[in-house]
């Protein structure tokens, strides 16, 4: 019986992906980024705000303009002219599109344990560094037959070693300062690059264009199947209250997905074999309450999200204006569906999202 059940996961696991066209999977977080300016551009309260935007007038001429889908193109170009166009933008709940956290926290562990895991567990309730019993979606496909030592993580913040628990997973996290151990000009340079540049954020966040520029290197010298990107600079720049920061780390952010995207299209390994989605971890507060800074089960908005979805699978729809209800939760699932694979854990039937893997 053991044998046949076996059998029968293996024919199911070699069907799906004989459907997909996904071969390759890039995921992109960017750390608290709301879905308001996502969806609507620079906020008018924060951005006429001297509490909060030192630079007023630098940031109206760059990212000001009259409707929310001037200022949304203004501030996020890639999105609303690439994404918007060849795949789906989902969560503008000013259309009644909603994505949520599952999980009742609403920062960032918490947050990104429901991303990769697909469980939002509520034991999982703080940012300390402890390894994460629960298996993530990273961890699985690493064992997959074709995706062995094919997974790989490079994220600013230094607290992802223990979120994808590195030790048990065997999957290959660089995070914050830590030094890549390859053997190449350009890897060296990356490496004396961040131990020589300013720690403006201290030693736990490394700036968010060394993070890009390594794991770009690594993708194109190792070619991962799986790759994940972790950026921090819009979380920090928001407790810090510098709107202006902020706007500029999510513009800079979009220029490189678009920079990241365009090699994808060029190189034979990728193209039109790779699916992208990018998403965050918790949402923020309300601006006209001054809650745009914080976030956690105090701030009323924090655990509304969204994400965006584009690949040969996911029919392009661009912006999604139906009405509906998904979860971070379900993007974990989503992943290995693409893939062909089916992530389910023992606490966790989540099924993926529909529209993302043709469904």
Not at 150 to 164: G, H, N, Q, Y
Not at 278 to 300: C, F, L, M, Y
């Amino acid at each position: 019986m053991k044998y046949i059940v076996y059998l029968l996961s293996l024919c199911f696991a070699i069907s799906t992906n004989a459907q997909s066209k996904t071969e390759n999977i890039i995921v992109i977080t960017l750390d608290g980024f709301r879905w308001q300016e996502v969806f609507g551009g620079a906020d008018s309260v924060i951005i006429n705000s001297e509490k909060f935007t030192e630079d007023r007038k630098g940031m109206i001429e760059k990212f000001w303009a009259a409707t929310p889908d001037e200022r949304r193109k203004k501030l996020l170009p890639f999105f609303w002219n690439t994404i918007a166009q060849q795949g789906q933008l989902l969560g503008n709940r000013w259309h009644s599109n909603f994505v949520n956290n599952a999980n009742p926290y609403w920062f960032s562990y918490p947050g990104y344990n429901e991303i990769f895991t697909g469980y939002p567990d509520t034991a999982v309730n703080s940012n300390d560094k402890r390894w994460n019993k629960n298996e993530n979606v990273l961890e699985f496909i690493n064992k997959q037959k074709g995706f062995e030592n094919k997974v790989a993580a490079f994220t600013s913040w230094d607290v992802f070693p223990w979120i994808l628990n590195e030790e048990r997973s065997k999957v290959y996290v660089n995070s914050a300062f830590e030094t890549t151990n390859f053997n190449s000009p350009t890897f060296k340079l990356l490496n004396e690059m961040q131990q020589t540049t300013t720690r403006f954020m201290g030693d736990g966040v490394r700036p968010d264009l060394l993070t890009f520029y390594i794991a770009k290197e690594y993708l194109k010298t190792y070619k991962p199947r799986v790759l994940y990107i972790g950026f921090d600079e819009t979380d920090d720049f928001a407790h810090a209250g510098k709107y202006d920061y902020y706007l500029q780390s999510a513009y800079m952010v979009d220029q490189l997905i678009a920079d990241l995207w365009g090699w994808v299209q060029i190189d034979p390994n990728y193209k039109n074999k790779t699916t992208l989605i990018i998403t965050t971890d918790h949402g923020r507060g309300d601006a006209k309450k001054e809650q745009w800074t914080s976030h956690g089960t105090k701030v009323p908005d924090a655990g509304q999200i969204w994400m965006a979805v584009m690949g040969p699978d996911t029919e392009a729809k661009g912006e999604v204006k139906t009405p509906g209800q998904l979860y971070q939760k379900q993007i974990a699932p989503t992943i290995a569906a693409l893939l062909g694979f089916d992530f389910k854990t023992a606490f966790s039937k989540t099924e993926p999202v529909p529209s993302a893997v043709g469904k």
